[in-house]
């Protein structure tokens, strides 16, 4: 036994490093174990190293490539022969990435937070065992242990990866050359992300959607919204395609899909495979530890995040809701205040959405389709961007802000919003669900003028019929 602490966090993803550090804040002993890196443990889980950075990184330069070639002229501006050195922005991303997992090792020492390099095991008895790369066994005991290990990509049988040709996520991040052809095995987050960065870069991106429905968890006004606009842009998407199998046939992958017309087949050099992520739960927890998983293969934890042993919590992409950064960060805050007595909650209700292409898509709340299966009557106000002056300066004007209230109360339940910088006004919408804010509140609010936020003012008078710079179809109120 070589050390006693109070909190060992094992995972230092946006769930685990975040809760580590407010752990140390609050006065406990904490560690952190991490398995990834070579020399130093490299610190900040999928999220900073091959996640939510690296690949924001690749959608600015993809779509300031992009904009330059295509949009810049309107603005009068004049640009000679475009280029794109793919290594170079590559380089640039890995700076940023390793800019920030730096960034996290410095809040470490600055909280003294212990970092604690290997794979780490929860044994019975709150004791943890951890494995360094040369195989040398420590074993750490607390009086509280965090899971916070995070999630992998789905592999399925019919795309095994295959080095240079059929790769996840983390591949797609790295590719040294744009490919002229591309295929994406699913039309999710990750999918039409990774898809937009090397169709703004000029590949021919074919997606392949198993479903039916695009984008199934959005509102559906705004998918259909979303459908139109990626389309234009150039993505090829096939919505009920059902990849069956993948042949690598000389430098092209060979790509047998099924939709509604029968059997097909698509011929690309690259695939993305990105059909979703699943817990990373292998070897993590001894037989004995006591933990539970679900029927999903997450670790069973209750609202608070506790597993079925005292003492031990689980946070982020291991457990239930949706395997976001933000709401696995605000886990890992909970569980290290709860562990100090504190009464913490985290209000599931309110954890924004967004997908990062250009335009951007981004919701809090409920959709239209949710709240309608509710069977209670509601009411929507939706305001264009188009009639939004900052937007049309910007040449930024696809899109809307559509805002879903209660008929009865006036009280919002969703924000959905598909047009520039979504990702930055959705905040707003959080804040006024978190305040339990009627539509009339945010009506009633002042916005400055000229902004694209006064979309969100003009959403919210819309829904009783009092938007200005629109014709209203909804009676006035
Ligand atoms: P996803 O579950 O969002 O989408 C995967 C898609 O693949 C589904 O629509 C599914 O129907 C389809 N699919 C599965 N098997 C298929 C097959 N054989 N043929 C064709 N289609 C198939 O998963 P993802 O996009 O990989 O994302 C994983 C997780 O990471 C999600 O929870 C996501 O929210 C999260 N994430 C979030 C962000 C963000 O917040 N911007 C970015 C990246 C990832």
Redesign the pocket.
Known sequence: MSDKFDVIVIGSGPAGYVGAIKCAQLGLKTACVEMEGSDAPSLGGTCLNV??IP?KALLESSHKFYETKLELADHGIGVGDVTMDVPAMMARKDKIVSNLTGGVAMLFKANGVTSIHGRGQLLAGKKVEVTDASGNVTEYEADNVILAAG?R??E?P??PLTEGFIVD?TGALAFQETPKRLGV?????????LGSVWNYLGSEVVI????DRF???ADQRMAKEANKIMSRQGLDIRLG????GTEVKGNEVVVS?QDASGDQELVVDKLIV????TPSTEGLVSPDSGINLDERGSIFVNDFCATDVPGVYAVG?MVRG?????KGSEEGIMVAERICGHKTQVNFETIP????THPELAWVGKTEEQVKATGEAYKVGQFPFAAIGRALAAGESEGFVRIIADEASDRILGVHIIGPQASELIAQAVIALEFGSSAEDLALTVFAHPTLSEAIHEAALAVDGNAIHMANKRKKK
């Open positions: 996640g939510c690949s999630s990509s789905v399925i019919p795309a996520s095995i699913g039309a999710g987050v990750i999918g039409l992300e392949l959607e198993a479903q984008l199934p968890m395609a059902r990849v069956m899909y990105a059909v979703g992520r992409d949706p395997m976001l950064a933000h959405s967004v997908i990062y």
